[in-house]
């Protein structure tokens, strides 16, 4: 008999990660066992969950990082850690309030680095008024682990959260700004390739400034956000499209992608829709209210923020995303598979 082993492609958020998720997780689970307490989860696998309380949402995140290396340009674990949980849930309109963590670190790995990281993961949670009201810590022995790993659980409250799957076709697809930088610094790291002193670095910072401001403003005409970490932005549409069972189409020429990205991805061969961002919104906005979000985001100092589609019905196709290209052709623009970047995030 052959024997099936995880491959890193399982962690990369892309097709893989769905089908092991579904295998593993999803097909053992009743309907009943998917939500709790009249909130929202794992029957809308979104950025985060929700449980009533109290007449509101609490929404919870939880995730885990492994970044490689833990410095990278323009950023460390613990500030991607603390961003990283933050950001999901500001995704499901939340208003981030608490954080729990748990570090596991393997013996020998040093002890000024991992205050440098925990400094970094405070910080972020002392400027966005977080507090952290919990956690674990953890060594392993020597070579049993490869460095650190941080997980983080963040807690929030919405008054209206918001699901992906509530996208309908007219909206249009907005994106904060330039896309594709932490993907990019972290495969030039990870390369042994020197990318600060030309200005490439990670976009990783929270969204708390601009999604909270965005919501109070615009909340009903926000029906999905997403940040597209793991497999980008053609893995976050792609989600969206078979979540609504639409046909979303963008314009390639529309998207921000900063000349550094755009020339070190052309280096390599990689397409920067599918690396990572991790401080950049997704947006599915009402058409009606879309010049009103735009401008809101540009006054929040979104200076790149822009309109790049719209969610189309069809009954032949659903479930597909459509990128526009330069010469104005249309082509499939497909959920990531393989390994684009390993220990990314």
């Known amino acids: 008999m052959s ?34 307490l009249g909130g929202i989860g794992t029957d809308e696998l979104d950025d985060g969950a929700t449980i009533l309380a109290g007449g509101q949402h609490v929404v919870i995140s939880i995730d885990s990082y492994t970044v490689s290396p833990p410095f990278f340009p323009g950023g460390d674990i613990g500030k991607l850690a603390a961003c990283g949980s933050i950001n999901d849930v500001l995704m499901m309109g939340g208003k981030p309030v608490a954080m729990l963590d748990a570090i596991v670190t393997e013996e020998g790995f040093p002890l000024t680095d991992l205050e440098k990281i925990v400094e970094s993961f405070v910080s972020v949670l002392r400027e966005e008024g977080v507090s952290l009201i919990g956690g674990d810590l953890k060594v392993m022995p020597k070579d049993q682990l490869d460095g650190v790993l941080v997980t983080t659980a963040c807690l929030g409250l919405a008054k209206r959260p918001i699901v992906d799957s509530r996208i309908k076709p007219g909206d ?14 972290i495969m030039a790291a990870q ?3 020197s990318v600060e002193a030309e200005g490439l670095i990670s976009d990783v910072q929270p969204l708390t400034k601009v999604m909270l401001p965005l919501l109070e403003e615009h909340g009903e005409s926000i029906r999905a956000a997403q940040d597209p970490t793991r497999s980008g932005v053609a893995g976050a549409l792609n989600e969206w499209a078979q979540k609504s069972g639409t046909v979303i189409v963008v314009d390639g020429p529309s998207i921000p992608i900063r000349e550094e990205v755009r020339v070190y991805c052309e280096m390599l061969g990689v397409d920067p829709l599918v690396l990572a961002c991790e401080g950049r919104a997704l947006l599915a906005v009402d058409p009606s209210a879309l010049d009103d979000v735009l401008c809101t985001l540009k006054e929040l100092g979104c200076e790149d923020a822009a309109a790049i589609g719209e969610v189309r019905e069809s009954e032949r196709f659903r479930g597909i995303v459509l990128l526009r290209t330069e010469a104005g052709g249309l082509r499939i623009l497909e959920r990531p598979s393989g390994v684009i970047v390993p220990r990314i995030c």
């Open 191 to 193: 390369r042994g390739i």
């Open 3 to 36: 024997r099936e082993f995880v491959r890193l492609s399982h962690g990369a958020g892309g097709r893989e990660t769905a089908a092991l998720l579904e295998r593993l997780v999803l097909s053992r689970l009743p309907a009943e066992m998917k939500t709790a």
């Open 172 to 185: 249009a697809i907005v994106v904060t700004g330039t896309v594709g930088e932490h993907g990019a610094a």
